[in-house]
């Protein structure tokens, strides 16, 4: 845990890249890629901005673990795995899928490197991962572990949400003219930093591109945080199937991104919100003289 004070989570600033190609020219947009997985060697991308204010919370409670859920190809659960391992604390995830437990041939690889970064796993049947949100359980389980710190599943909370102030300044210094930002939405917390955190302006909006079916229940959640007026959406129709799924628009938009600009893209997030954008600028969707910035929030580490 000291090593939190030592080696407090300086914020180091990435890259803003300018994207160019005929695509691009032809739609006379201007774009550039927010390069955030580049942000740290293990705890990649959006989750860095997620945990940075959680962990130094924890250490505050004195607590020695942090503790979590998540599904077998999660990135917050190998995030945090990451961070307890840099940052000394101890990991215990809570995976949904009871067939897993004692099998570890059948683990994805997203388990095996959080389990060598010393997570410790505790798996839960549908029916008992169910209860991942209910107060009951969750007093149950602090009690259980009380030296731990419960972080909800896909890591959202307000202090998630507050590690996105440091990234919106950044994007304003480096183009305060942008009036489109897109970016992949799990559980709505990301969308919600940047929405919060980011300046209005009239011609401002802020897309959160949904990598899950049915993800309207998150627009509440979501509006909770953010009390300015800026204009920010939800896109409901790019999940691509669902959650790890793809169809091969998604793909063929992936593929030809990450050759035209030699970008790797994660299939669950990132490909999805890359997508979103190069669709609707076919669509002719995309004004004139937008200058758009998109955001690579990470993800790489469940590439296989
Ligand atoms: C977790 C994750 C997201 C989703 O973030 P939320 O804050 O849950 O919406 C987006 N992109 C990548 C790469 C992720 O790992």
């Keep these: 845990m000291s090593k939190l004070n030592q080696k407090t989570l300086i914020h180091h600033q990435t890259l803003l890249s300018p994207l160019q190609c005929d695509l ?7 774009v550039w890629i927010k390069r955030d997985d580049l942000n740290h060697p293990t705890i990649q991308g959006n989750k860095l901005h997620k945990l940075k204010f959680n962990l130094k919370q924890a250490e505050q409670e004195n607590k020695d673990t942090l503790l979590t859920f998540g ?3 999660s ?7 990451a961070a307890g391992q840099a940052f000394g604390f101890k990991t215990i995830g809570l995976i949904r899928g009871e067939e897993l437990a004692n099998r570890p041939e059948t683990w994805s690889r997203t388990l095996h490197e959080a389990q060598a970064n010393g997570m410790r796993f505790i798996f839960l049947s549908r029916e008992a991962y169910r209860r991942r949100h209910d107060p009951q359980f969750l007093m149950t389980l602090q009690q259980t ?10 890591g959202t909370n307000l202090l998630a949400v507050q590690g996105f102030q440091t990234l919106s300044e950044d994007l304003e210094a480096q183009c305060p003219a942008w009036n489109q930002l897109y970016t992949a939405v799990g559980t709505g917390g990301t969308l919600a930093g940047l929405a919060r955190y980011s300046q209005p ?3 401002r909006r802020i897309f959160g591109v949904a990598t899950l079916k049915e993800s309207r229940y998150l627009l509440p959640e979501i509006r909770r945080y953010i009390d300015s007026d800026i204009h920010w959406q939800l896109l409901e129709t790019y999940h691509a199937g669902g959650y790890a799924k793809t169809d091969a628009a998604t793909q063929a938009s992936s593929d030809w991104f990450e050759t035209t600009f030699n970008i790797s893209l994660d299939p669950v997030y990132t490909a999805k919100m890359v997508h979103a954008f ?3 600028l076919r669509h002719n969707q995309i004004p004139p003289g937008s200058r758009i910035i998109l955001y690579h929030s990470g993800g790489l580490q469940g590439r296989v």
């Design 145 to 154: 572990h009380p030296s731990a710190y419960l972080l909800p599943e896909g």
């Design 278 to 280: 190069i669709d609707r």
């Design 24 to 30: 691009f020219e032809q739609h006379q947009v201007k």
């Design 75 to 81: 990135n917050h659960i190998a995030a945090t795995a």
């Design 201 to 203: 302006a009239p011609e």
């Design 71 to 73: 599904g077998a190809y």
